[in-house]
């Protein structure tokens, strides 16, 4: 960490620059997910007195907005005090300064921790067995992620992925997966090769209302690709049917990953009360 002197002596850019980074370094250094050599070692001051100092550097600012700098001091002056949050708000406004806007990926989250009974055994995932997800040539690696996290939270038990879906191990699946890619299973496999003993069905406009869709208690849905949804083999495959998200927008369009969270929760919620 570099003493809040010699910052404050840096000139314009270089000094948000670097306060953006210094202040990204203290919230992992909070989580404990700091990168070797890069820990809260500033002998000279505690390590909130240090996000005390060097957030005043930035209130000094000419091109923080008068509602930043509100925010920001009442963080100083918060008891109990935040460090995090104070880190967090003002590397977000130091970042909108610059003009770079973090990414899913860029975001720093703690890693979720590993449920442990009293005995220190770990707990087991639970699920909804059978229920499972087909995701259809999805392109984007964060989407991915998101389905992933998705279905592990609302208790699907697999995921299979087509043979052109983006790998799921991309760094940045991985990111927004936030470790749930490593502990829910998954497979790729062709439409050819999904299960035929169970029904599949498949999430897409022109089908049954989602609030009227009579869901399987076992069964796998297909989400399809984020540029032209499922495809027509695939939408062949779904033999059980089509469930359908009504829209009210001009543009009546959602993200994959949000589409698939609202059909995981109706599925769930079906299941629980049948």
Request: hydrophobic content about 40%; proline content about 6%.
């Amino acid at each position: 960490m570099i003493e809040p002197g010699k910052l404050f002596q840096l000139e314009g850019g270089q000094k948000r620059r670097k306060l953006a980074l210094t202040f990204g370094a203290l919230e992992r250094d909070i989580l404990g997910i700091a990168e070797k050599g890069t820990e809260y070692t500033f002998t000279q001051m505690p390590r909130a007195e240090y996000i005390k100092q060097i957030t005043k550097i930035l209130l000094k600012d000419p091109k923080l907005p008068s509602e930043a700098k509100t925010e920001l001091e009442k963080l100083i002056n918060a008891e109990p005090f935040d460090e995090l949050r104070l880190c967090n708000v003002a590397r977000n406004h130091l970042l909108a300064i610059i003009g770079t806007f973090p990414a899913e990926w860029d975001l720093v989250i703690a890693p979720h921790t590993t449920t442990s009974q009293a005995d220190g055994t770990v707990r087991s995932r639970e699920f909804y067995k059978g229920v499972s997800v087909y995701a259809e040539d999805i392109r984007s690696p964060f989407n991915i992620g998101s389905i992933f996290r998705t279905a592990e939270a609302m208790g699907a038990e697999k995921v299979y992925i087509s043979p052109f879906c983006i790998d799921p191990n991309h760094p940045r699946a991985v990111r927004s997966g936030m470790g749930c890619i490593e502990t829910l299973g998954w497979e790729r496999k062709s439409l050819d090769e999904l299960p035929s003993d169970i029904p599949i069905f498949a999430l897409e406009t022109g089908g049954t209302d989602i609030n009227e869709f009579k869901f399987p208690k076992e069964g796998i849905c297909i989400i399809g690709s984020e540029e032209l949804g499922v495809s027509p083999e695939a939408l062949h495959k779904a033999s059980y049917g089509r469930v359908s998200i009504p829209m009210k927008g001009l543009k009546a369009s959602l993200n994959v990953g949000v589409a698939f969270g609202i059909l995981m929760q109706k599925w769930v919620e079906y299941l629980n009360n049948n």
